[in-house]
């Protein structure tokens, strides 16, 4: 990954129940038991969730658990209980394939650590993984509404062969643009992510939300949250001719464009 710079998240470690078993397009509601704030430094507490969809493709692949998208934009931090549901186009049925995951906010910025629930299993689905999911591929969870996630992962893969050893942000153009291209996306512009990326990676634009990729790292998974589905067949996979597999991931200091 080439974002590598990291900014002091707060943390706040919440309990987060959701259903064991989860089917595609139909209401389902999240719980979330809030844990105490322990500032990183002085600043305003929290006053928003945003709750996200994690994915765990299968385990020979070797990928860790991870945000993709929201489920839920920005909820009052009073609010415990929220009513979400999964697009079935994100990706193939299949057991401890997904889980919920929260993090919280404030009006100037900052952000806590990642909370997540166990992994659930999933029907109804209608997706495929994408070779750049099941080898690890980043994108930006706070700017992909789960109505959109299909859209942006054919974006990563379609072009893929040119991020895979890419060593230059520009190399994520054509995907960062493809990403913009898609209904229900929030993402700036290149040349305004481009302005703030260098910002940040100079030190001057410390914290910010640019519209970009997330920065702050995420805390430990739970063994139950680090599971992954090994049911999966070859047939839902969508593969390029061009890739191999990566090593496996351990941990997410950051995320690519």
Excluded: M
Aim: some cysteine; proline content about 8%; aromatic content about 10%.
């Amino acid at each position: 990954a080439l974002l590598l710079t990291s900014f002091p998240c707060i943390a706040a470690i919440d309990s987060i129940n959701a259903p064991s078993s989860v089917k595609a397009g139909t209401d389902f509601v999240v719980s979330v038991n809030p844990g105490p704030e322990k500032p990183a430094f002085s600043g305003d507490h929290f006053t928003a969730y945003r709750v996200y969809l994690a994915i765990a493709p299968p385990e020979k692949i070797k990928r860790s658990l991870e945000p993709v998208c929201y489920l839920a934009i920005s909820s009052a931090v009073s609010s415990t209980e929220f009513t979400v549901q999964i697009p079935a186009d994100i990706g193939p049925s299949g057991p401890d394939s997904l889980a919920i995951a929260t993090r919280r906010f404030n009006e100037r910025g900052d952000k806590s650590d990642i909370s997540y629930s166990d992994t659930i299993s999933f029907t109804g689905g209608t997706g495929n993984w994408t070779q750049y999911e099941l080898e690890g591929g980043d994108n930006d969870p706070d700017n992909t509404p789960c109505s959109s996630y299909a859209c942006t992962k054919e974006c990563s893969q379609k072009f893929y062969p040119e991020t895979k050893n890419a060593t230059t942000i520009d190399e994520y153009h054509n995907t960062y643009s493809c990403w913009l291209a898609c209904p229900g996306t929030t993402y700036k512009s290149w040349d305004d992510f481009l302005e703030a990326y260098w910002k940040r990676i100079n030190g001057t634009f410390p914290g910010s939300d640019d519209g970009g990729p997330d920065t702050c790292s995420s805390i430990s998974k739970s063994t139950s949250a680090t599971k992954s589905a090994t049911t999966t067949t070859d047939s839902s996979v969508q593969t390029t001719s061009t890739s191999t597999s990566s090593p496996p991931k351990t941990t997410k200091s950051a995320t690519t464009p």
